[in-house]
């Protein structure tokens, strides 16, 4: 079901921090904001827009950069009715993706699936077995052939589908979750591997850990996650493992003074969930995991009803600690591929103009997590086979990434990491101690 989003724009400066955001112009309509981000590589991002000046459309435009986002070009999602709304977004490469409709009035069959193969400028329906009453609300891709999509419940159950060639064909899912009077919401998942998470307008979260398959479901803390049902509530969650997450949970957002807003994690994959006790502004708009990173999470607010709901900061602690990057200025849907790159929604200042999502400018894996002062050395560097690693700090394990932040190997030796395998170039050599703090360093190979 869709989830109305009725805010007002401002675009303020971003202050100078050691992390920040640099505007980009997504060439969308004045005022319409970024929904769903899909970032594919260190080069290819794209969104969906949505209208953000309260005048209720539903447009149906896509924007995609392939470079970086230096530039940004907007293209018209063909085929859907006048009635359809978009939902959500998967991409898989710069020119390969698909958007799931749903109906936003009365009139034809609007819950289809699109695909485009040439970057958006043309898309192609697919045969799928969504009917009338039924709403589309996801769609994710694992590869260019795999793939599910789900919408609100039909004779009992989430009416769900799978895809093993690209969206050719579609095959309902046998094992798929019950209702019990619930629904879900538009582009409402998280993903991580092959485990998709999704939640309902009475705060259950339905979980699969084999590509939505196979579903178990609980109950959470949050009361709503739309705030269809119930006013004012609304709930984002993001994961950094199969079992390892953080939930935020919100009540009363009519109004400035009703509004309550609880950090939770979880450590059994959204079972169960207990609050977390926080330093530092953290807001509760979204929030995303910092894929290469330890424990870095990053969340943006975008409601304008008072400055301090509006803003983004990062915790690189599992949600312990946060630290602003900028504030009283509204940040909405997040999304990171890598340490290094990542972008967050704005709204459009026209077809022409220079805003509508913001760049990530910083490097997490450069933040030290938990400020770590342990004395770490390796050597030799540059290494050829063997790296000595040394610290003041019993270490836990040792992990190696790429530069764009793509983990290569992981050990759990806490003296010696053999690098042969890797090629000639620089690396982060990331260390996890044994009190859970992390710390980062550059490791060259020749």
Request: hydrophobic letters at 35%; aromatic letters at 10%.
């Amino acid at each position: 079901m869709k989830k109305l989003l009725l805010t007002s724009c401002v675009l303020v400066a971003m202050a100078t921090q050691a992390q920040s955001w640099v505007p980009q112009g997504t060439k969308f309509p004045t005022n319409f904001g970024t929904d769903e981000i899909v970032i594919t590589d260190a080069n290819t991002a794209w969104t969906f827009a949505y209208d953000g000046s309260g005048g209720g459309t539903y447009p149906q435009i896509v924007s995609r950069t392939t470079n970086g986002g230096t530039t940004w070009t907007t293209a018209n999602i063909t085929g859907p009715g006048t009635n359809a709304l978009i939902s959500d977004l998967a991409a898989v490469n710069s020119t390969t993706a698909w958007v799931i409709t749903a109906p936003s009035e009365a009139g034809p069959l609007a819950n289809k699936i699109y695909k485009t193969t040439d970057g958006g400028t043309s898309w192609a329906s697919q045969t799928v077995g969504f009917t009338a009453p039924s709403f589309g609300n996801q769609i994710y891709f694992w590869d260019a052939n795999e793939g599910w999509a789900c919408g609100d419940p039909l004779g009992g159950s989430y009416e769900m589908y799978k895809t093993m060639n690209g969206g050719t064909t579609w095959t309902v899912v046998a094992n798929r979750p019950a209702s019990i009077g619930d629904y879900s919401y538009v582009g409402l998942k998280e993903v991580v591997g092959n485990t998709i998470w999704f939640g309902s307008d009475i705060g259950r979260i339905f979980r699969s850990s084999d590509r939505g398959l196979n579903w178990t479901s609980y109950f959470s803390p949050v009361t709503d996650f739309g705030g269809v049902t119930t006013s004012g509530s609304s709930g984002v969650m993001a994961f950094k493992d199969t079992s390892n997450g953080l939930l935020i949970a919100v009540d009363g957002a009519g109004a400035v003074g009703t509004t309550s807003a609880v950090l939770y994690s979880t450590t059994d994959g959204g079972a169960s969930w207990d609050p977390v006790t926080t330093t530092g502004t953290w807001y509760f708009g979204d929030i995303t995991h910092v894929p290469g990173t330890a424990n870095t999470y990053v969340s943006t607010g975008i409601n304008s009803g008072a400055p301090n709901f509006m803003g983004s900061s990062y915790s690189t602690d599992g949600g312990l600690t946060w630290t602003s990057i900028d504030a009283g200025v509204q940040r909405g849907k997040v999304q990171f591929l890598n340490p290094t790159t990542g972008w967050a929604g704005q709204f459009s200042n026209g077809t022409t103009g220079t805003t509508g999502i913001l760049k990530f400018n910083g490097n997490f894996l450069a933040t030290g997590e938990n400020a770590v002062k342990s004395g770490l050395k390796i050597y030799p560097n540059p290494a050829v086979d063997v790296v000595n690693v040394t610290a003041k700090q019993p270490i836990k394990a040792i992990s190696i990434f790429d530069m764009t932040g793509k983990k290569l190997q992981s050990s759990k030796s806490t003296s010696q990491v053999n690098v042969s395998s890797l090629v000639k170039g620089t690396y982060i050599l990331q260390v996890f101690y044994g009190d859970g703090a992390v710390e980062n360093t550059k490791l060259i190979k020749k």
